[in-house]
Structures are given as C-alpha cells and as structure tokens.
C-alpha cells in the first residue's frame, strides 16, 4: 500500500489528495458501473418480453436511457478531471441508483402469482407460528420498539459509511467494496423478480389477521397485482425511529422483496466488510445496529423469520462470491 493510500482525507494532505490528477487515471468504466450496466441490460430484455403485459413499460425504458447517459456523462467528466473525488462521485450515484432499481422489482413480479401463502404455511410448519405475528406482543415496550426501529433504519446508514469508509481509509479497495455491495443487491433483485413473495405486512393486511391467526394461509393469486396496502408496522407510534421507518415506507415500499431478506443481507455483507477493512472499531460500531437490525426485519412485520434466515445465509454467500470474483481488483 502506497502512502498516498494511508493518508486520511480527515487531513490536509487527504483533502489536497481528494482533487489530485491521478498519474494512472482508469480508462473505461469501473466493474461496479459495468454491473450495473448488465442489470440494466438483462431487465430490459425482460421489459421487451413483457412489454404488452406491463402498465407503462415505456417509462421503465426511459429510465434506463437515463441511468446510461448519467453514468457515461460520469465518466466522461473523470475523464477530463481524473481525481479521487470524481472516482468516488462514480461510485455514490451508482449505490443512490439503488432507489431506482428497487421500486421496479414491483413492476416485475406483480406479473406472477404470488407465492406468500407457501412461505407463510412453511413458517408456520417450521415455527409452530407467526414469528412476525407475535414478535411485538411479546416485546411491547416503547423501548424496544424505538431500538429495533433505530435498527431497521440504520440499514442505509450502514450502506452508505461502509462505501465512504473504503473511499476515505481504504482507496485501493474502494471499487472492491462498491462492487461487492452492487453486485449482492443486483442477485438479490434479480430473486425478487422472479420469486414473488410480498412479506407479513402485505400478505397479512390481505388476508386479515383474524385468519393468519387462525393458521389459514389462502392463495391470493395476482392480488398485487392492483393492490399495495401494508399493515401499519407494530410498535410505538409516537417514536421517532417508528415514524421515520413508516415514513421510508410510504415513500418507496411496494409488496416485493420479501425472500430472502436483503435488509439481513447486505447488512451482514456490509459487517464482513467492516472486518475485511481491518478497523475492528467499524464492525463493533456496527454490531448493535446489525442486531437490532436483523430482529426488526420480523418485529416490524417487513419479513418472515425465514426470509431474515434466509437473509443471512445469503448475504455470507454473497460477500464471499463477490470477493472472489473481484480478486485482484484493488488499485495499484
């Protein structure tokens, strides 16, 4: 590691370092772009084969047009101006992309029929119960209700320091990280196209509550397809972690993503990433919020505990896959 790659952008060194010409800027676009531009390809072969089947597919199209142009406008400016901030710019619009790519999945796998009562009959064989029905009966308190919910929200937080960890500490494995993380998200999305599960708060307010607790589990068929109402998430309503959980709701929620769960997931990604650093610091600030993340995902009823399961077991994999195929990828 050269010194230039120690050196903090906390300092002054750092912040002249941050607008530095690199000597050796890169020539085309960096892998975590390139995966992007594959899922971006892949989905829109998907949208010209369900083209008749969508309600505005032309609109997901254009959206692609405009990740395309960004992110080549993105390189193209590196390219006149190849400093470590441009590189690192390229980076954070890719992962605020994410906001772009979710929402869709909901586009994709309301076209097929929802699978819900399979994972909540599963649950039930399993457990014996509805973890996600009962979890926040059993721990009512305000307390632990505002700690799980600081948990769930922290998930994007965690997403965000992990990458700007690795631009700031650890620059020769910044397109590493970013790559891994991208990468894992777009597997996950490419699942939740394909597997339409909606998760506790979709399924439940469905069906009603009076039924799952009765142990009856019906098949909703394309009920998601026009429908996406949620329960409101268990808990105290007048906290402040509830309310800015329910309001990241209303504002990008749909009934998708439910198996496995890429809350667990890329969170558990993010912690083996905080130790792959070395800075043990990171990963022990982490854990708590990691905790009460991974519970939250059942309390707030945004999963079944096998979706959080499955979520972790996931999320190992991933990270190890991805580090594999991106050996060799740190910056000289």
Known sequence: ?????????LTVAGLKDLFAIEKKPLGGLMVFEKVAIAYAALTTLLV???YTRMSDPSAILMARVRFLAMTLALWGVYRL??????????????????GLWYPETYDFNRLFPNLDHLFAQWEQQLFGCQPALLFSQV???????ELFDMGYGSYYFMIAVTAMFYFAFRYREFERATFVILASFF???????????????????AVGLKTIAEGVFPNVHDYFLTHTASLPSPGYTDGVFYQFVEDAK?????????????????????????????????????????????????????????????GLITGVGFYFLMMWLSRGMERK
Not at 81 to 98: D, E, F, K, S, T
């Open 1 to 9: 590691m050269t010194k230039k790659d120690n050196t903090s952008l």
């Open 48 to 50: 010209l084969f369900l």
């Open 81 to 98: 101006v190849p400093c470590r901030l441009m590189l690192g710019i390229r980076g954070v619009v890719q992962l605020a992309l994410l």
């Open 139 to 145: 721990l009512p308190s305000h307390v632990a209700s």
């Open 187 to 205: 597997v996950y999305y490419l699942i939740y196209i394909f597997l339409p599960v909606v998760g506790p708060t979709f399924y439940y307010h």
């Open 250 to 310: 209303a504002a990008g929620e749909r009934p998708t993503a439910a198996f496995p769960s890429s809350h667990v997931g890329v969170s558990t990604i993010c912690m083996l990433l905080a130790w792959h650093s070395g800075n043990r610091r990171l990963f022990f600030v982490y854990l708590p919020f990691y905790i009460f993340l991974c519970c939250a995902t059942v309390y707030i009823q945004a999963h079944y505990l096998i979706d959080a399961i499955a």
